[in-house]
Nanobody, 118 residues
Framework: QVQLVESGGGLVQPGGSLRLSCAAS????????MGWYRQAPGKQRELVAV???????NYADSVKGRFTISRDNAKNTVYLQMNRLRPEDTAVYYC????????????WGQGTQVTVSI
């Protein structure tokens, strides 16, 4: 099954930008959906953005107009460009892949910390 490794997290000031990357261990061309989720301390994990294999995208209302998800099939990588970051965006961000291959797979990366603070 595919393995996912996130990178690009860090500390940024409010209003700043970060780009997260999710590198897959094999081709993502046929993966039905790849997404980014986040979990803040004391809160449930929530969907941030998802992109289908047909490049259809969906975003949480809280990030619409600020975040952009994209995929580069040639590099087996999914990105999350985050602009105009706010303190409430602080969380651990997780990459996710959902696909069918013999059975349904729901795969998670290890997460990357994003902290938005002065």
């Amino acid at each position: 099954q595919v393995q996912l490794v996130e990178s690009g997290g860090g500390l940024v000031q409010p209003g700043g930008s970060l780009r997260l990357s999710c590198a897959a261990s094999r081709s993502i061309f046929s993966i039905d959906a790849m997404g980014w989720y986040r979990q803040a301390p004391g809160k449930q994990r929530e969907l941030v953005a998802v992109i289908s294999k047909d490049d259809d995208t969906n975003y949480a209302d809280s990030v619409k107009g600020r975040f952009t998800i994209s995929r580069d099939n040639a590099k087996n990588t999914v990105y999350l460009q985050m602009n105009r970051l706010r303190p409430e965006d602080t969380a651990v961000y997780y990459c996710n892949a959902k696909y069918h291959q013999d059975y349904f797979h729901d795969i998670w990366g290890q997460g990357t910390q994003v902290t938005v603070s002065i």
